[in-house]
């Protein structure tokens, strides 16, 4: 499986980005699917995920009520909508797709990664 991830750029503080990752088989859609990210200097840390069907959601806490992930598996895609972004949002983004069906906060259980898309965030 193949990710491309896209819709990052340079946003002002308390601005929104969607981000978007299409997958390259319909594998995918059988599967939970999340977001990640790292900063500079950090480890790649948990943003979101979603499960298969997208019935279930879990978020970071740091992104909690700002964020909210979804899928669309016709596209094989998820999206990240991103808004009332701060520069501690700041990182490469990075989809992922995971060996459960069910949502995972876990790094260890995803096994697919897409490129990463940076999105900045000016103060």
């Known amino acids: 499986v193949q990710l491309q991830a896209s819709g990052g750029g340079l946003v002002q503080a308390g601005g929104s980005l969607r981000l978007s990752c299409a997958a390259s088989?319909?594998?995918?859609?059988?599967?939970?699917m999340g977001w990640f990210r790292q900063a500079p200097g950090k480890e790649r840390e948990f943003v979101a995920t979603?499960?298969?069907?997208?019935?279930?959601?879990y978020y970071a806490d740091s992104v909690k009520g700002r964020f909210t992930i979804s899928r669309d598996n016709a596209k094989n895609a998820v999206y990240l909508q991103m808004n009332s972004l701060s520069p501690d949002d700041t990182a490469v983004y990075y989809c992922?797709?995971?060996?459960?069906?069910?949502?995972?906060?876990?790094?260890?259980?995803?096994?697919?990664w897409g490129q990463g898309t940076q999105v900045t965030v000016s103060s």
């Open positions: 992922a797709v995971s060996l459960r069906s069910s949502a995972t906060s876990r790094r260890e259980d995803y096994r697919y």
């Open positions: 088989k319909r594998t995918a859609s059988n599967n939970g």
């Open positions: 979603i499960d298969w069907r997208g019935g279930s959601t």
